[in-house]
Structures are given as C-alpha cells and as structure tokens.
C-alpha cells in the first residue's frame, strides 16, 4: 500500500520506536504483513504480535545457570514505541490506498480500472465494406459512392494501409497522352495523380496500356476528403492534336487493403459496451456486528477519453453485495441517465471526467451501512448521444476510453461496537518449558480517538478451546479525548496486564490457532462523528514479568 498526500506524492514512514538491548525480541520482524486483512485487525495484530507470539523466546537461556535448580523472577522492558495509524497499517492490496487529504484526514481508497474500450468497431466495419473498391473509369469525370455504415456521414478518412491499381489501355489508332487524378485523395496537400504515354493501338493483340498492377501504389498516409460523400476520379486521354477520348473499355482502378487511422465527421448514435468488473471492499471482512458510519463516503467514477467525440457513459449494472450475501442496488441519477463526459479538440490529447456519487445524488449512505463487500460495475460509452449531425468529431484509430471507480472510506465517522473476528495459526509447541508464568504489561498512550477491546481463544487442531487470552474483554487501548468537530484534542492513557500461569502455558504449547474478536468503538461509545488524522501518534510501551526454572 502507498500513503500518499494530497497531492499524490508518496509519503515515507518517521518510525520514531526505542529498542531495548534485549536480543531475544525484535520488534520489527514481529509485525506480520497480510494482503487481504481488514485494515483494523492489522492495527491490533500489531499488540498480539509484539506481547504473545513473540517475546521472551530464548529468555531462559539468557539467564540460566548450569546443574543448578533455580527459580527466579525478572522483570525485563521490551518495547517502546511510537506510531501513527498509516505506519502502523502498513502494506495492505495494489488495489487499496491510503491518501492524506490536506487537513490530516485518512481515507481508503479502493479503487479498480477496466481495461481499455477502443473505437476499433467503426474502423473494422469500414475496413470489411470498403477493403477492395473496384472503381471502373467510364467516363472522363465520374463521382464513385464510397460505401459507409449506418447513418455514418465522414468528412475526412485518413489511411494507414492500403494499395491502389490502375489499368489504363489505349484502344485508339493515334497515339494518346492519359492522365488520371483524384482531387480528393491526397498526400500531404498533392492529389494522387498518374499519367504517361500510349502509342497507337494496332487493331490486333493487346492494347498498348499503363498499368501497375504488379506494383500497386502504397496508399498509406494518403488522405481522402469525403465531405461531398463519394470520390471524385478525373480522366483525360487525349490525341495529339487534343482530341478528347473517351476511356476505353477495360479502363479501371482499384483500391484494395484500405485500412484506416483517422476518421473526421459525423458517426451516428453508437454504443461501446463495457466489461462486467468487480471491486472488493475488504473494510468489512470478518465482520461480527456492531455499527459503524462514515461522513460524506462516496463513489467516484473517472473517465479518461480520447474520442474526439460527444459521448455519454451508460451504467448497465451498480449494485453490492454485503456481508449478510444482500444485493443492493446503487440508486439516483447516474444510473437512470448516466453523464457525459469531456472529449479531446484534436488527436493525441485526451480529457478526464469524474463523476462523484455521494449523499447528495445516490443512497450511497444506506449501502455503505449495510457493509458491502463488493461492487459489482459495468459502465458502456454511447457516442453522440444526442444524434445531433451538426457536431462534428473525430476518431484515430488508438482512440479508447476507461473507466475507474473509486470507492472512498474517509476516517471521519463514528462506530459503536464494531466486531469483527478472525483466526491466526501459532505454533509454541515446548519451546518455553522453563517459564512457570509471565505477566505482560501494556501501556498505551493514544491520540487517535477510538477504542481497542479484545477477547482472544488458544485451540487445538480440531477447534477444541484450550485457553483463553485473555479473562474476558479487554480494553488495550482507550479512545483519546475530542472537540465538537471530532478532532482529538489530547492523550488518553491505558494499562493492561495480561498474565500467564504454568497451567495456561500449557494449554497455549498444544495450540495450533488464536481465534481473536476485536470491538471498536469511537470516543463516548460512538455517539460522536470523530476524524482520524495521519500526525495522530499511539505510543506503546511493553513490559514483561517473568517467572523462570532451571535445572
């Protein structure tokens, strides 16, 4: 996960943590990182880590006296540290961000990008009606229709590959001068135009012709004018006292391979369909109960677009599902009329469009509520949605758009006995033998306004509860004081011992897995809308008590 400001620069750690001298424990290899855990759970894995699973591991061998039975107490401190909730976070999924709004504020962001919808349908479908053109010269100016899709009016095409043949014989007894020209297919300002020489024809075997049927001319980056709606061909074959012929028979052209880059005009009312796509919302995996709300969550969709055209994005599918497997369907505006979206005056630019579903336009309040999971998404483009043939646009042949849709979580709300649950494996086995009982104590000096309770249950392979963590709920951390505006105004101070007898070590030796419930609540049990800031700092200090036998 990348923490970043305002202004989408990455902002580094300031781990500001004391390690004690104690070299059975390290602290910074204790902190597990997990891809899909809820953001929270990795807040107090943070306090399982660093107190139970690894602390005191090789104690007795530090403090062990050969072929002598003792049994001693010592009181070693092992922790001292300082964080804020993104340190403490840490890597979380490429699809989640945690940004920094310019007052402090966090929030998640879980966001997903369609792949790419291209205009490569017109370009196909031209490439399929007008891929060979045979155009026959019959008279010395003729106007050829080019054929177009649908209520498709083009002003200008612009090739990328194509190939063009003539055959041009003289079936006259005089020798004659030809000159064939399109005005409107050009290249770099000059029509494509082709003439030469023609001795006379001797009434027997084949005319004398000029051909290049077995070179045909390269069309690419050749441009056609389209604007009257056909192709203009102009033939002249002339004697030499300028006698004006007539084209003989057999006299014909072709274009064959077109395929094309650019397209400028008008290219009717077309739908672009988009890609069923599915956004996780991790925040509420291994939910148990209690409430939680946000202020002012909401759904961004962002179009990037480089049709140079008018287009509206369609939404065919909104809706989540939730941690109770409920489908709920976005609902407002968007979805009954979509929005338009900006486009690019000219080829190679693009232009970008954020559509924000919030309180004010959605029921976006009452499925964030009802703790999604996913968001399920399908946004298709229609191209001059108001069949207005006055507006003209273009297309290349890169042209595409995307949508991403952003789900946003601001740490800004309120939560009233949030639960969620989850298990982790552990694996203590006998390693600490010679520990007869060990007493932790936790202190915690918090700025972040909520609260922290846990209950934690050791069990065997077959789920069987060996031992409990803890002797029902306990409160590690104690949500800090705030103003009326939810801004934590001062540090709140916790302690929390958590003991161990000889006869709990032995249960947790033959445990496979920690069951861990976590509560959540915000400050004055979540009557009150708090806002969690990145400068806000949750100090932890962590002694041990231990009692030790040796042999």
Partial sequence: MKVMNAEGNVKLPNHRTRWFSCRFFDFRGALPRFSYYSHMQKFFIFFLSTTLLTACGDLVEDFSVDDVRLEAEYAVPLVDSRVNLPELIGEIDEQVTLTIDPDGLLRFNYADTVPPVTGDALFTELRNLAGTLPLPITSRSRTIPFPLPGDVELNVLRLKSGRFSYSLPNTYDVPVTVELTFPTLSRNGTPLQISGQLPAYSGTGAPPTLTNLDDPLDLSEYELDFSSGSITVNYAIDGPDGQEFEPADGTITLLAGLDFSYLEGYFGVQSYAGVDEVLRID????????????????????VRNSFGVPSRAIV???????????????????????????YPERPGNDRTTSYVIDETNSNVLDLIAAKPVALYYRISARINPDADTSVKGFLVDTSSYTATVKVELPLYGSADDFQIRDSFPVNLGDQYGDITSASLRVTTDNEIPFDLS?????????GNALADLTDGELLVIQASPVDADGNATGVQQQTTDIAFTGEKLDAIRRATTLVLRTTFATTDGGTKAVRVLDEQDLRVRIGARLSVQNL
């Fill in 283 to 302: 925040f509420f995996d291994n939910y148990l109960g209690g409430d939680i709300s946000f202020v002012k969550p909401r759904i961004t969709v962002t």
């Fill in 316 to 342: 065919d599918e909104l809706y989540v599902t939730t941690v109770d497997g409920d489908t709920l369907p976005v609902t407002g505006s968007v979805v009954e009329e979509g929005f338009a979206f900006d």
């Fill in 454 to 462: 846990l209950t934690g249950t050791f069990t065997d392979e077959q």
